[in-house]
T-cell receptor
Framework: QQPVQSPQAVILREGEDAVINCSSS?????VHWYRQKHGEAPVFLMI?????EQKGHEKISASFNEKKQQSSLYLTASQLSYSGTYFC???????????????FGQGTELSVKP | DAGVIQSPRHEVTEMGQEVTLRCKPI?????LFWYRQTMMRGLELLIY????????DSGMPEDRFSAKMPNASFSTLKIQPSEPRDSAVYFC?????????????FGDGTRLSIL
């Protein structure tokens, strides 16, 4: 059930672009993206809901392809502050009329160098 | 606004001891989640609550683990007896709603080391 992220790690130079993918074997209801810096808690970036909606957050945006059961996170003109581990979380329904839970991917470690 | 508050931030104890981790969610958030993070297994959901009621505890690894939420502003995760393989970072998170419609806000975590 755990979504699969790719790549596992990526190294960028400042100003370069990157794409992180998140694929699920199950139907997707929503996808969350979080960033975690070393020794800190995960921090919410954005949520994507059914419908292929694309969202943006500064120079970070994401897409959600329900048919392909995948989401992609796009980081453009990367900054040093973008370094960290990026997690996608996919929603799994649990009970009728109860909010589902998130299952997180294994993470993608992004390093931005000067 | 205060975020999710966890205590203690660090805990080092010997195998066999009881460990209690504490969490105060963001006021007004109905959902509370307990996660465990390790290098090997990543970020795993242990249990989550809606309005103080446990909804899904399928991620709780063993009977040694238990969680309670006696009221809307407090939850505990207890390990008794603790074992070295329980060493991990434990995060508590809260959200206004469950599922995918609202973000989860994470506390700073408790770094647990069992010797």
């Amino acid at each position: 059930q755990q979504p699969v992220q790719s790549p596992q790690a990526v190294i960028l130079r400042e100003g370069e672009d990157a794409v992180i993918n998140c694929s699920s074997s199950k139907a997707l209801y929503s996808v969350h993206w979080y960033r975690q810096k070393h020794g800190e808690a995960p921090v919410f970036l954005m949520i994507l809901l059914k419908g292929g909606e694309q969202k943006g957050h500064e120079k970070i945006s994401a897409s959600f392809n329900e048919k392909k059961q995948q989401s992609s996170l796009y980081l453009t003109a990367s900054q040093l502050s973008y370094s960290g581990t990026y997690f996608c979380g996919t929603e799994i329904p649990v009970l009728y009329n109860q909010g589902g839970k998130l299952i997180f991917g294994q993470g993608t470690e992004l390093s931005v160098k000067p | 606004d205060a975020g999710v508050i966890q205590s203690p931030r660090h805990e080092v104890t010997e195998m066999g001891q009881e460990v209690t981790l504490r969490c105060k969610p963001i006021s007004g958030h109905d959902y509370l989640f307990w996660y465990r993070q390790t290098m090997m297994r990543g970020l795993e959901l242990l249990i989550y609550f809606n309005n103080n009621v446990p909804i899904d505890d399928s991620g709780m690894p063993e009977d040694r683990f238990s969680a309670k939420m006696p009221n809307a502003s407090f939850s505990t995760l207890k390990i008794q007896p603790s074992e070295p393989r329980d060493s991990a970072v434990y995060f508590c998170a809260s959200s206004q709603q469950g599922g995918g419609n609202q973000p989860q806000h994470f506390g700073d975590g408790t770094r647990l080391s069992i010797l």
